[in-house]
């Protein structure tokens, strides 16, 4: 009885704590994307009072009780933050995350696109409840011992975590170049565990080569900082091997930085082209435009899988509609939201989902995906796109094929 009435107790003050950053964080206006403003202007929206609602009134009642009744002592930075986290969890938006001041250069580095770590990209799967394997980075240490796409990631270093702990295990993941972490998946029934090296991972190789019938093909994993002046430099390789239509393959491409992509399809579509739209909360309309004339104008085809998601999609679709490229592979992921990552004073930091994308012909794409103009699934005897050879492919031989 004593304990659920200190677990109790616990609760409310986490409570008490984390009502005087509620208007602190609701109001914060902070960078798009993967900027970080830090104007004196924007810095001052945080220095806001509480407001007198019920829920303070309420609170209060309950201060008063853990001031006269709680025994012990408390760390207030760890009430703080996981007063945050509990209450941005309750969003129940798979996106949206509290990154504390500890992990917020961390966060950055895997933005521009370099960290120390086994190279892994993941996402939250709430339908199990556990952090999902997307796809692990080329060369890296797990895809060397053989992680998979569609892996769930039970316990690191022998701490389970479940799918809200995302941030903890990639920080747990991470780690000093050369220390080693122990990582237990789950294969469909299979359990297995990776003793991993950790490396410096380059998160983003842009790879490319000509295929038979002077076709090119550009593969990448991700949209991080400067992919898309590496993805022209590598077009630029092949045209002068004479190429005369391009494959660009997005499967088991997470997504990264807007702007990335939209570089990309800038490089294909006319100047003044509509690429994307983007909606906030008050369906107020923004619409991103290419800026300059196409340097690229091959037959193009965009291969995609259940893994294409983001602006990987942002591309697919946008090239799709726009008539620049035909799709082939099976239906992506459905990721048509936006995040910021506003900076709070104390150096820590909220990503949160704050608008939505539609293609170029308003389609939403959100927990829908793009469809493929050629539906095609790969032999049942594939079990990984990156392991898969080039003859057993059936998605780049159809493609290839769609290009003669």
Known sequence: MEEKKRFKIYKIIMLIILVSFITFLCTSIGMYQYFIHQETANQSIFKTTLSSSDIDKTLSKYKSIIDKYYLGE??????KEGAIKGYIEGLDDPYTEYISKEDMHDYLDDTMGNFVGIGIYMVKNTEANKIQVLAPIKNSPAEKAGILPGDLILAVDDVQYTAEDMSVASNKIKGEEGSKVKVEILRGVETKTFELKRENIKVNPVEGKVLGNQIGYIEFSSFDEGTAEDFKAEYEKLQKQGIQSLIIDLRNNGGGIVDEAL???????EKGSNLLYEVDKNNKEEVKKSEKDPIIN????ILTNENTASSSEILAGALKDLGKAKICGTKTYGKGVIQQVLTLPDGSGLKITSEKYLTPNKTEINKIGIEPDEK???????KNVLLVEEKDDTQLQ????MLK
Request: hydrophobic share 50%.
């Open 298 to 301: 091959l037959p193009i085809v």
């Open 376 to 382: 095609v699934e790969l032999p049942s005897t594939v």
């Open 74 to 79: 408390i760390d207030e930075n760890k009430l």
């Open 398 to 401: 159809k493609a290839i094929e």
């Open 263 to 269: 570089k990309i399809a800038d490089f294909i579509t």
